[in-house]
């Protein structure tokens, strides 16, 4: 699946599944669902986007799922701000 964007070589690409492949991972959890976090077991994940409060001591990002400006935030702050930045995209 990647191969087919190797040559057009875009900055990001969002992926759904492929949970045990090696790449930065959001996890979306939604404890409703009875399924438990892919978090610590995968170390691939570098945030969790939830629907609920997660109890215990999360040492890696919490993001509030119904808040997706704010996913988008963590995604520019953590992979690069120059994504989808026209001002950046000027500089060039």
Known sequence: LLSRFERDRP??????GLRHERFPKIEVYRPSMGK????????SV???ATDNVISGTIPIPILDLNRPDRIATFILDTL????????AIAKR
Do not use: Q, S
Not at 11 to 16: N, S, V
């Open 36 to 43: 438990p976090l892919l978090y610590p077991e995968n170390p």
């Open 80 to 87: 690069g701000k120059d994504i989808g930045n026209d001002r």
């Open 46 to 48: 570098i945030a969790i």
């Open 11 to 16: 900055d990001l690409i969002l992926i759904e």
